[in-house]
T-cell receptor, first 112, second 112 residues
């Protein structure tokens, strides 16, 4: 059964720092991997989706990489801002028609 | 605007009651999902449906029931058999191939 782990569980950084969030998954036979953002008491917002054939995706200050063979993904946030404070969740799906399996998330605080 | 609407935002349940959470989407997505979120637990899959009149159990289906009579709607009933229903419930939808995941804003259920 697929399991997703995110490290660290919580992270606090000063404004302006670059940072990396980590995600690992136990079964490398994934269809795609997604990163989401969740603000307190809210739903999830999709940030980046990486198909299994891709190595990375970029959106603005965010860059996500995927190393399927080692079962790892990283989310890189450049020049962090207080507005980036949220919980970031990683999720994978094993095929196109199976639900996403989520990690427990990393709670990020960016201090002004 | 296309999206997913969950209602109500807050719901209070008395012991022994069944309650139903609403989820409606106008994205023309085939697949719909219900997840439960507890503090520090990440998202856990309750039920999912890939097509009208068909649905599958997720990891924690006991004490819950669903129906999928229309493509746009996927209501979740929390029955009295669910002993610890207090949680944040999130509904999502996607294309049949697992792309375009979109989440609702959630329903917070509390047992009183």
């Amino acid at each position: 059964k697929q399991e997703v782990t995110q490290i660290p569980a919580a992270l606090s950084v000063p404004e302006g720092e670059n940072l990396v969030l980590n995600c690992s998954f136990t079964d490398s036979a994934i269809y795609n991997l997604q990163w989401f953002r969740q603000d307190p008491g809210k739903g999830l917002t999709s940030l980046l989706l990486i198909q299994s054939s891709q190595r990375e995706q970029t959106s603005g200050r965010l860059n996500a990489s995927l190393d399927k063979s080692s079962g790892r993904s990283t989310l890189y946030i450049a020049a962090s801002q207080p507005g980036d404070s949220a919980t970031y969740l990683c999720a994978v799906t094993d095929s196109g028609n199976t639900p996403l399996v989520f990690g427990k998330g990393t709670r990020l605080s960016v201090i002004a | 605007d296309g999206g997913i609407t969950q209602s109500p935002k807050y719901l209070f349940r008395k012991e022994g009651q069944n309650v139903t959470l609403s989820c409606e989407q106008n994205l023309n997505h085939d697949a719909m999902y219900w997840y439960r979120q507890d503090p520090g637990q990440g998202l856990r899959l309750i039920y999912y449906s890939q097509i009208v009149n068909d649905f599958q159990k997720g990891d924690i289906a006991e004490g819950y029931s669903v129906s999928r009579e229309k493509k746009e709607s996927f209501p979740l009933t929390v029955t009295s058999a669910q002993k610890n229903p207090t949680a944040f419930y999130l509904c999502a939808s996607s294309t049949r191939m697992g792309n375009g995941y979109t989440f609702g804003s959630g329903t917070r259920l509390t047992v009183v």
